[in-house]
Structure formats: structure tokens, C-alpha cells
């Protein structure tokens, strides 16, 4: 039996390996690396700042969540977990759009990730053994 906190630290590890497959592999769309190279990020507009702090936050917040899994008391880490989960699950949904094959592959399979990690936390027992 595998503990619920290792199983929401192999999901979100899980997770971030594709979040960064992808942002890689979207680097060999045609283009791409020349948006780079010209101050723009691909799919956002001019990189700025803000948008870069914001790219930052983004992936930081799930790669932070792999240890908070681990030590987080359990009703907190429950919660952070749900509202993580669905924030994470409607970004994806909201960002493929368009995008191409490679792209809609991973998200969906990151979607089904991070809604594994919205049922484990949601089923997490009230009493851990």
C-alpha cells in the first residue's frame, strides 16, 4: 500500500516532467526559437517582466507542491492539493487550444495528472494509518 502523500509527490513530479517536455518540445515548432530570440515568448506576446515572473510562478508552484506533499499536515495539504489540482487542470484545458499534436498529447495527459491528484486528495482518509 502506497502512502497518500508519496502517491501526490509521484503525481506532481509526474506533472512537471511533461510541463517542461512540452515547453521543449514546443521549441521545435517552426519559428519558435526566432519568437525567442526576438523577445517574444511564444504563444504570450513580448516578454516582459511580469510575463516571465508569471512563467516562473507557474511552474514553481508544482514543483514546490512534489515536497509540500510530503510534509504538509494533511487537512492542509488535502485543501492545497484540491484547489491546486483544479487550477492546474483549467489552465491546460484553457491553454491548448490550437496548439499542436505534441502539445494536446501531454495535456491531456497532464488534465488526467492533475485530476488524479484533485481524487486522491478528495478521498484522502480522515484517520492515516
Known amino acids: 500500500m502506497i502512502n ?5 509527490a509521484g503525481l506532481w513530479t509526474t506533472t512537471m516532467f511533461l510541463y517542461v517536455y ?16 526576438n523577445g517574444q515568448l511564444p ?7 511580469g510575463l516571465v515572473l508569471f512563467c ?23 485543501w492545497v492539493n484540491i484547489v491546486l489540482g483544479v487550477i492546474y ?3 491546460m484545458a484553457v491553454t ?19 485530476l488524479a491528484i484533485v481524487w486522491y486528495a478528495w478521498t484522502w482518509p480522515r484517520q492515516e494509518k
Open 56 to 78: 516562473a510562478v507557474s511552474v514553481t508552484i508544482p514543483a514546490l507542491m512534489i515536497f509540500l506533499s510530503l510534509v504538509l499536515k494533511p487537512a492542509l495539504n488535502r
Open 4 to 8: 497518500i502523500r508519496l502517491k501526490l
Open 89 to 91: 487542470t483549467l489552465f
Open 96 to 114: 491548448m487550444s490550437g496548439a499542436w499534436w505534441f502539445y494536446l498529447f501531454l495535456g491531456v495527459v497532464e488534465m488526467i495528472l492533475t
Open 43 to 49: 504563444g504570450l506576446g513580448p516578454s516582459t517582466q
Open 22 to 37: 512540452g515547453d521543449f518540445f514546443g521549441l521545435f515548432q517552426p519559428g519558435e526559437v526566432v519568437k525567442l530570440f
